[in-house]
């Protein structure tokens, strides 16, 4: 989970990675399919440990120690590398349950190439090279679609992977698309299939295959992993992956220990390469505003490979970028009219032409900012499965101190001692408390800021439960001597977006959208725990230089071989760029306009921020 910069105590883990055995490469000589086949002698006749011996390569292959760090099942089609996982698994305790009829239920083993391509035959059916722990719903979901860029999704999974009608040139059938974070994993997992399998590729009918034993894909299928191989580069995880594979099946994947042999084989076999821009976004349009942000919404555009973004400007500066088709610009100021439009762009850079341009007023300060903090979730669900959500949307952050929770029960006595709350939530975020014992299917209790077993967390549906500021009522759930009858029970109920204060009377119609129970998804959406974080200043390691009047800048390590992450802020706290696992020596921040910004650099667990002026 990528925490906020400006709260979180970011945890840094110094991971020394085995190094590629002497000489493994050393016949890779050639260029072109000569070299595809150079690898191939390489990385065949590797060991075959079954299919059930997956399960035990999965134990040190597919950990988390990347994201949450918490040594759960990393699993590509439930992580959410930007936010809370929607659930976890526990190695060895949740596989092969046989029930997927939810996502969440148990992981198994995940084919990227469909297992029917290969009649399930060894020693194909247990590579796991390019076999992955999945959520078994979303497994069955993906089915043996062909991976590709989605245009209209008929299934959107809980981390935001899709299932829908095909945007690949020339194919109309239905693909299934990954989250932007994996899509170079699983591209590499592609080449490292058609590389292994060289020798009896030719003969497997597949959508994303043209029947050869040199080339393998059709030139569109070939077009979109090679854009998905750019736009997200090798990772940590997948260095990691590929060690612990080569631990138990003593071979590798060149493409992660050397991602340049895939231009060099495939690179000029495609055509021309991609010089087609995406098509003009559409439909552009305001769905709320406050008085510091405006939200927006669009229609997706077309790209003859795959469009991996959208740029979102106001008053002609870039405000954001995002993946889907919606966007929050924030950080603006109360009663001033902003000229807002969008472009589209693909991996190859190609950038469409503006969007409709739509001319939205932020509100004035004294609408749209709630007064104080208020209860934006709750969660009455089966068992344990009990949560509250507090949201501060006041526009400044608040300290906590001055707040307790409260519970009255069966609707009639006195309100309960009271769990107090503790730290500062910045505004834009949410403070979650949840029962304990609540299912890790529901919401990961590691996750929340409060785990407890006290009273305030027990409600039942006739239970109001009250937020106080200094012993004083300021928002409820439910009705204080209500009586027995339940006004919220078995549900989630989540707070309307045209609520922006708390109220001391309980008005479910008006202020709250119910959901079925144990509806536990978009639980601490925008979670940010109350910790500041450390800095570590690596002056004499890291140097940044000029500030770029040109667009670009100098970062010089001592030891360039070494990764590196990089996150530009705005002087507001805004994000407006990052790199993960970078090895560039140039960065160019041609887009951002002339000001103010904050970089921050983080090499193996060491931190340093800079301040950039850009002229």
């Known amino acids: ?44 006749d590797h060991t075959n440990n079954g299919y059930a011996g ?41 596989q092969r349950c046989g029930n997927y009829s939810v996502e969440g239920d148990c992981y198994n083993r995940e084919h990227i190439i469909p297992q029917s391509v290969f009649n399930e035959q060894s020693p194909m059916v247990a590579d796991a090279h390019f076999i ?8 069955g979901i993906r089915s043996n679609y062909p991976h590709g860029t989605v245009n209209s999704a008929t299934y959107t999974s809980q981390n935001g992977s899709k299932l829908g009608s095909s945007s690949v040139s020339g ?106 821009a995406p098509s003009t976004p559409a439909s552009l349009a305001s769905t709320t505003k406050t008085a510091t ?45 902003y000229s807002i439009y969008v472009k589209a762009k693909d991996a190859a850079g190609n950038t469409s032409a503006s969007s409709n341009t739509i001319s939205v007023t932020t509100n004035s300060s004294g609408t749209g900012t709630a007064t104080d903090l208020l209860f934006s979730e709750y969660i009455e669900g089966s068992g344990n499965n009990k949560a509250l959500e507090i949201a501060n949307n006041t526009g400044s952050s608040v300290s906590l101190s001055a707040y307790t929770i409260k519970k ?17 939530l910045a505004t834009g975020s949410k403070f979650v408390i949840v029962n304990s014992s609540i299912s890790s299917s529901c919401f990961s209790p590691s996750s929340a800021n409060i785990s407890t077993t006290a009273t305030e967390l027990t409600f039942n549906g006739n239970d109001a439960v009250g937020l106080f ?22 549900v989630t109920l989540r707070r309307k977006s045209t609520v922006t204060s708390p109220s001391t009377t309980f008005n479910l119609s008006s202020q709250w959208d119910s959901f079925s129970q144990d509806t536990c998804n978009n639980l601490a959406s925008k979670m940010a725990k109350p910790i500041e974080e450390e800095v570590v200043e690596l002056s004499d390691e890291i140097v940044v230089f ?43 921040v041609s887009h951002l306009s002339s000001g103010i910004y904050i970089a921050k650099i983080t090499r193996d667990s060491k931190t340093i921020i800079k301040k950039i002026i850009i002229n």
Do not use: C
């Not at 970011?10 to 150079?38: D, E, H, N, R, W």
């Not at 992955?132 to 497994?139: E, H, I, R, S």
């Not at 004083?472 to 339940?486: K, Q, S, Y």
């Open 1 to 44: 989970m990528k925490k906020n910069y400006f709260l979180l105590l970011l945890m840094f883990v110094t991971i020394g990675f085995a190094q590629i055995p002497s000489g493994y490469y050393s016949t890779a000589t050639g260029t072109g399919y000569t070299l595809k086949t150079q690898l191939y002698n390489i990385i065949k």
């Open 54 to 94: 997956l399960y035990t390569t999965y134990l040190t292959s597919d950990v988390d120690n990347f994201y949450e760090n918490d040594g759960t099942i990393l699993d590509m089609y439930s992580e959410n590398p930007s936010g809370t996982d929607p659930y976890n698994y526990t190695t060895g305790t949740t």
């Open 132 to 139: 992955t722990p999945t959520d078994g719903k979303v497994n």
């Open 171 to 276: 194919y109309s059938g239905t693909v299934f698309e990954p989250v932007n974070a994996f899509k170079g994993d699983i591209a590499r997992m592609y080449f490292y299939f058609a590389t292994r399998y060289e020798n009896t590729v030719a003969g497997y009918s597949y959508a994303m295959f043209d029947g050869s034993g040199n080339k393998v894909f059709t030139t569109a299928f070939l077009n979109v992993l090679l854009a998905w191989h750019t736009q997200d580069p090798v990772s940590a995880r997948e260095i990691a992956r590929n060690n612990a594979i080569y631990a138990r099946q003593n071979n590798r994947n060149p493409y992660i220990d050397h991602p340049e042999y895939v231009n060099q084989i495939w690179g000029g076999t495609s055509g021309s390469g991609d010089t087609t």
């Open 293 to 337: 942000s405006i939200s927006l919404s669009w229609t997706a555009s077309a790209d003859n490979v795959g469009v991996t973004s959208y740029d979102v400007y106001a008053n002609s500066v870039l405000k954001t970028s995002v993946s889907g088709t919606t966007a929050t610009i924030t950080s603006l100021t109360a009663s001033t009219t």
């Open 408 to 424: 009255q029960t069966n609707g009639a006595g006195s309100w309960s001692t009271g769990l107090a709350l503790s730290g500062t």
């Open 469 to 490: 500021k200094n012993g004083v009522l300021i928002d409820i759930i439910g009705t204080f001597n209500g009586g027995t009858a339940n006004f919220a029970i078995d």
């Open 546 to 588: 000029p500030n770029p009047s040109n667009g670009v800048f100098n970062i010089v390590l001592d030891n360039s071989d070494s990764p590196y992450s990089i996150e530009i802020l705005s002087f507001s706290g805004q994000k407006v760029f990052e790199k993960q696992n970078a090895t560039d020596t140039v960065i160019s």
